[in-house]
Structure formats: C-alpha cells, structure tokens
C-alpha cells in the first residue's frame, strides 16, 4: 500500500508543545500509522532563514518539520493567512488587512515547504494537504516535478465568488487549486461555492460529480465532513463525571442549570452575540435568574493578530456588564475564563450540561458541536442550539437551529432549552448520536484516503502539464 504523508501548517509532535491532539489529529495520525509521514512548520521561528528539516519518530510515523523566520512568520502566518484569508473565508471582508508583502510572504513559505518537502517523497506516496495555509503549496510541488497523488482538504468555509473576486490574486489560488488531484470541502454548500468559483473566475466548467477537467489536469471536488472520534469521546466524558473537576463544577451549582460554550477566542464564533444573548435570556425570561450559569471557556488564539486583541477586550466588557447587572451574593450569572481547560474536564462539563451554544458566525464544520452531542448521558441529556452558519448544521438539524445575528434567537433558542421535556431531548440528541456516531473522524479519513487513491495517476503525464503558475 502506497505510503500516507499529511502536510499540516503545525504538526502534532507527540510529547512538544504544539497543536493540542483533538480527535481529528488522532485519526489523521491513525492513517499514517505503520509507515506515514507528517510534514509541516515547527511552530519555532529560528533567527537565519535556516530551512533544515528536522525528523522525529514515534510509533512508526516520522515528523518531520521546518522553522520559519520572523518575517517568513509575520508575512505568511499572521499576515496573509490569518489577516487576509481566514476573514474573507468566514465573509468578513471588513476585516481584511491585505498587504501585498504579505502575500508574497504566503507564496514563499508555500515554495520553502515544497522545496523541502521534496526531498522526504517517495515517487508512489499519497500527499494530503491541510488547510488555508497551505493552498498552494500543491502546485509548487507540480513545478518541483512531483507526479504524486496530491489531496487538499480545507478546513474553513469557501465563500460565494461574488465575495471570493475581492482577494487580490484570487485567481493564482483558484488555479493552484487545479493542481490536486483530490479537493476537499467540509459542506455541499462550500463545494458548490468553490465550483462556482472556478466556472466563473477561471472558466472552467464543473461535470456533474465534481470534476473539473482542463488540457493540463483532472482534479475532483468533494464534500468530506470531518468528524471525531465520537466513542472515545463518549468514554472520556463518562468517566470525567466523576472526576474531581466535574464534582467541584456540579457542586459549585448547587441545584442550577448549566450552559456551556467552549471555543477559540476568535470572532468568527460569535462569542459577543452569544454573551448578548445570554443577558437578554436573564432580561426577557426573568424566571431564570438565579437557575442557570453559563460557563464559557474561550481558548485564546492568534494573539498577534490586532482584531484578537480588540474582541478579548469587548468580551470583558460584556461579560462585566452582565455580571455587574445580574449578579446576587451567592449566583455568577457569566464565568467566562481564557485559561485552558483539559479535554476530559472540557468532556465531564458537557455531560453536566443541559444547554450546549455552539453559534459561530460562520464555521467550516465545528466539532464542539459534535463533542457535546458525543458526551451526552442518554438518560437525561442537554440540548445543543447550534448556528446554522456553522458546516455542522447540515448534518445536525435536531438541534435548535438559530441565526447567530440574531441575539433575540439565540435568548429564546436557551428559553426552550430550558423548559424542553426529558422526552423531548432524548429524542433530538438520540437521533444527533446516531449521526455523529456514523459521521467520524475515521470515516472522513478512509473516505477521502479512498479517493485519493482512484485517481488517475499522473505518472504518466508530463512534468510541464502541471506547472500551473
Ligand atoms: P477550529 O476553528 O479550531 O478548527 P473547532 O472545530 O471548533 O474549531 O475545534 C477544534 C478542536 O479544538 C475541538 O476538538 C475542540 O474541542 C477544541 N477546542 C476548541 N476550543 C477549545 C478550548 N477553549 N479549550 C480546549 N479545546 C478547545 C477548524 C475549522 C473548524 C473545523 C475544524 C476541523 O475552523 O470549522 O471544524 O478545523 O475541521
């Protein structure tokens, strides 16, 4: 069987600091296990421009990873990907703080890591390729001469063309999309947009399942959810309800309903609508102050970027506003804290929960919203109100659906939440399980590993038909 690599911006040396292995993680290093490969940035900036890969191994997969300098960091990591790509790929383009440097930054990282990446392929390796960051890094490995088959899955949403025309060199990334063999997408509705992207910008027609065929390359598009490992989460949640955590949670409630919502602090997920909310539910329905806390815990992120710092600020504000209203001697209406909380605490503190918010402005997929549906206790379990903005909706319509502008929704959404029946959430999360425990992280995995490998091989194809740029 042809070997897997996985090219991720950061990757998940086990034992170092990095990105933290949620479920995801677990089943992309699962496809690698016996022989794989996992290739990306380091998370370290080193003071030269050294490139040097360095390797690790640990249980039959080999990481392997590069520095970036600090101006490679700025241009390409805070700059171009996190102040131009991530707002224009969640319809913010008020947001967008575009610099021509930076782009070129974006560019020259993507051909670093092809460059140095080219040196650990073996000629028959499956290369799968995540995410924003790496859009095209692809077609840099083509112009390198690399025939392999190349996979890219993008993990945010894609947005309609009429949004997509206001990236400066929109058209280049569209092309190196082309350059894939394989080309992932969360939703129907992000794929759809995609293709029509590429008809209307680039010219090319889409056939009917997706391919998208021109003189110099045939590439497929696929709607892929991701999803998590739903019964080790399951497992993980039942035993922390006896942790020690849960029980100081629980006994800290004395008898109150929990509300929880937990994400990274960024302002695609929605967090001051959400707080909002969470201060008309205590105005409008006043027969449940003092019987319900709302817990939100909110992972800081991307603290380099200007529009992260500005939202810390405005969720202090609101969340001392509405404790300052609210608040009695003995009831915290809002703990809202920015520390990191272990995923099996984070998995108890679900299962407690009888209100799960999940309301991001917009979302590639958001499996927090998946993770609290696995958690649940079957006997009496919460309910989740989710965005319909976030890709998780389109499999998740048992839940309360809402619009996430709208606070007054989100306020009456939590007031069902509420007074809903004992018959009524077993039924919506019994049918919520059954999905999320089909939709897992695995199958997303084996799906698009599957198609990946039936398509056509481009061995036999010329070097130049694919130098895209
Ligand atoms: P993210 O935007 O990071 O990922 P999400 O899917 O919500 O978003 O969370 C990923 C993981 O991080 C989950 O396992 C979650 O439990 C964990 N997490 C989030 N906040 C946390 C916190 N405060 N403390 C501890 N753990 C926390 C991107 C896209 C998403 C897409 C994923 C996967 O933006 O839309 O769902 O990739 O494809």
């Not at 991001?360 to 958001?366: E, H, K």
């Given at each position: 069987m042809a070997r897997v690599v996985i090219v991720s911006n950061r990757v998940p040396i086990p034992g170092q600091r990095g990105p933290r292995p949620g479920g995801l993680t677990v089943a992309l290093g699962n496809a690698l296990k016996g022989d794989g490969l996992w290739f990306g940035w380091s998370g370290d900036i080193s003071a030269s421009a050294d490139t040097t890969v360095r390797r690790t191994e640990s249980n039959g997969i080999t990481y392997a990873t590069i520095d970036l300098s600090q101006e490679d960091y700025n241009r390409f990591y805070v700059g171009f990907a996190n102040s131009t790509l991530w707002p224009l790929l969640h319809f913010r383009l008020g947001l967008i703080d575009f610099k021509r440097d930076d782009l070129d930054g974006y560019f020259l990282v993507n051909r670093t890591l092809a460059a140095a990446l080219v040196g650990e392929l073996r000629p028959d390796d499956q290369v799968w390729i995540h995410d924003y960051h790496l859009i095209p890094l692809g077609a840099e490995l083509r112009k390198l001469g690399v025939r392999n088959r190349l996979g890219f899955f993008l993990h945010v949403p894609f947005v309609p063309a009429s949004l997509f025309v206001a990236l400066p060199q929109g058209q280049t990334l569209l092309r190196a999309c082309l350059a894939y063999d394989v080309i992932g997408f969360q939703t129907d509705e992000h794929q759809r947009d995609f293709l029509d992207a590429v008809k209307q910008m680039l010219g090319v027609e889409p056939n009917q399942n997706g391919f998208l065929e021109t003189a110099d390359c045939l590439s497929r598009s696929i709607a892929n959810p991701a999803g998590i490992d739903a019964r080790a989460f399951a497992a993980m949640a039942s035993k922390a309800e006896r942790s020690s955590d849960t029980r100081r949670l629980i006994s800290s409630l004395v008898g109150r309903a929990l509300a929880i919502g937990v994400d990274r602090l960024d302002y695609s997920k929605g967090l001051p609508n959400r707080f909002t909310a969470f201060g008309k539910l205590l105005q409008d329905f006043p027969e449940h102050q003092q019987n319900v806390s709302y817990l939100q815990i909110a992972a800081k992120s991307r603290e380099d970027v200007s529009e992260y710092q500005s939202l810390r600020r405005e969720l202090d504000r609101k969340a001392g506003n509405i404790n300052g209203r609210y608040a009695e001697f003995d009831w915290v209406p809002l703990r809202y804290m920015t520390r990191p909380v272990s995923r099996s605490s984070i998995a108890g503190f679900f299962r407690k929960a009888r209100i799960g918010l999940v309301t991001?402005?917009?979302?590639?997929?958001?499996l927090v919203a998946k993770e609290f549906v696995a958690a649940q206790d079957h006997n009496d379990p919460g309910v989740l109100i989710l965005s319909r903005f976030a890709g998780a909706a389109e499999e998740m319509e048992e839940a309360l659906i809402v619009n996430p502008y709208d606070p007054d929704e989100i306020s009456y959404a939590m007031h069902q939440a509420l007074i809903m029946s004992g018959e009524e959430r077993q039924d919506r999360m019994e049918r919520l399980r059954a999905r999320v425990f089909t939709s897992t992280a695995e199958a997303y995995c084996r799906r698009f590993l599957t198609l990946l490998a039936a398509a056509p091989s481009r061995l036999n194809q010329s070097a130049s038909k694919h130098n895209l740029a």
């Open positions: 991001p402005l917009r979302d590639g997929m958001n």
